[in-house]
């Protein structure tokens, strides 16, 4: 578990972009393959759920669903178990993104499922009161992401560093272990450092490297400006 | 299309058993591939996404998804998206299934999207005034499945016959194409051969394969049930 | 429950607007009862839950719930229960309204429960297609609601005709009694007037009237358009 | 504020019970008023939306909300907005009942916005670490509800006492103002002692009372025994 919590953690949301689809997920993947064994940065890549197993036999960095429903095995139909994604060889999932919310009950429940799986839980939050509701629950990575920044380009780093830096005085007052990271808007390198200066341990990206013209430069000035 | 289409047709629904999931879901559809080729009749099978890509690898029978939702590519994430589904080497996918209902606009907008991309969708539906205005979307395939008959082992076929019937009637008032299969509860060879006498075109089933001590054995069955 | 859908009919939904809240939707309320009476056509509003009874209790014309869950009575919490919403003094309701979606086999309980209540069912849809689907249900009202146009005071009647004329054509084919509206964008009172050429038989509007400077001007602009 | 949280209370969601609907939600918010007048005891009401300002006319003891949606005034249809609850004289709001479950984001935007109205917010929970990241978001009430005993009859004072002594404990390190209340199975004045005697300030009930024979006299044994 603890490799694949190295920080600092730059993770990879492919989201359903076509350009982050099928064989071009595959493609993705090897390009942050290559630019975390070039930097040694930690880069995490969430594909969709159809592409899983074929981007985690693909590379060796760390892959994570982008969503697990809180559900044991059994009568469920289009739906997302966690037996089942563990078995693509994923070791971790995403969960609460803004554009795929879920029940408090069941942020608990799948927290505590991703423990039980040894899968690495990454809950996702809205804003600093949700950052530390949510700390309690134990997850091993909380990513603050203000959902009207998400897409924008405009850095959540830059825009909104009081949430940043709220979140983690927060959920530093009651979980000393979870790791902290920022997301929404950032496509410059420089809101990767300043996303650490600010004290998280990385970033969550999506749009900024899947929809650059050339995500693998943008992965390497990433990977780089969380260096330092 | 057509070989897509060929009737009788038995449909497996995977769910998120534990019994289907990974390495068991391509044993079990190899299964459902080997009694389809010794008997001719077309068995659909329906595994989690996860395990489509290998399960259509595997496989020569048609390979259905167990849900798509109603997004184009995009800024979606822990969703299912109808190209990241195709690719995987899935020719269609069920919709509405009483496990995961759809508001009725996506309803709509699957099976046109599911039209575009040259998927078979296949539509279920709790009862007959529904499956009514089902049929006007214009869906390749219809099921009828009484919820509460879902995992009984009480085979709708035999418990509701007029659910089954009265579909058939109101469904071809509109459509004289969409092929009607009936689900819930089927577990029994005979329960197969009453649905097709009822005049359906096949069943959709899950446990009662699924689960069974020895699949195959009542994949062929089921499947010899259904030559008449 | 014929002078109830006596048409040209006007429905009026008051969505959660502070404009049209409490007191405010009660004096509203009265303006619709005023204007209705003066010009003879059927106005009809549709208030918040918690104002049902309230302006029910205040006007003659008829009221309208938003909304009704498709649940009995009994251990639901923080839902709307027919029965209760009819105790109230409501005599129909909106569903599926494109900012309140329901499942479709909901749709199709809370019609049949509007039905045996004997509360007007008016389903709101998004295209033709769906206007069809929604026309097997046999519901009282079915009203087109493209939802891009909604709020933006585009009016659907000149903005999208066909869709509402496409709209009649297939509502027609299988059921010849359903009151068909249009709604979205309806501003002015040539919309009105449009939107009844194009032959149906009357609009649903909101925002128009509720964020009127002046409503009643409106309401009355409105119902005389409705006068042919 | 005071006022409608003096402890012991005793919460009595009426949910959508055919026992509590329209004219009997009065005359059950009568007998509830009658009861707490007599014995002292803080007793809370919780009827349908559509009840509200007629209960609350009724009756002088406080009258709650089952649920508030998370929106501002505007252009939402068939929603329930905090104004709208809050002009029919209700002083709180139940927020995540079990059968009404919230995204997380959308609990901390209603206690939120519950604080701004002046309204006292009673935050249902299904577990201790539930309870506990709820006490982060500041709700005045904490009701710790085993979803599984609800409607049993079997009293989670006495099934499940260590799930009401833990969620006391885990919030009590964190928030040491909100009031704690246990629910689900209540239905002898036993319970409600024994609730109080594990450290609680008072229970959420509901077909203890609503469906009881003689709902006054159960009222006043419950009243009875939280008096110690």
Known sequence: ????LQTPVIIVNFKTYAESTGNKAIEL????????KETGVNIVV????????????????PVFAQHIDAI???AFTGQVQADAVKETG???????????????????????LSR???????VCTNNPSVSAAVAYLQPDIISIEPPELIGTGVAVSKAQPEAVTDTIKLVRKVNDHAVILCGAGISHGEDVSVALKLGTQGVLVASGIVKAKDPYTV???FADSAII
Request: charged residues 35%.
């Open 116 to 122: 039980e799986k040894d899968l690495v839980s990454c």
């Open 72 to 74: 044991p095995p059994g």
């Open 219 to 221: 992965l390497r000035e």
């Open 29 to 36: 993947a090897k390009k942050a393959d290559k630019a975390s």
């Open 90 to 112: 994923v070791v971790g999932t995403l969960i609460n993104h803004s554009e795929r919310q879920l029940k408090l009950a069941d942020i608990e429940a799948v927290v505590r």
């Open 46 to 61: 969430a594909p969709q759920f159809t592409d899983l197993w074929r981007v985690a036999e693909a590379v060796e960095i």
């Open 1 to 4: 578990m603890k490799a694949k």
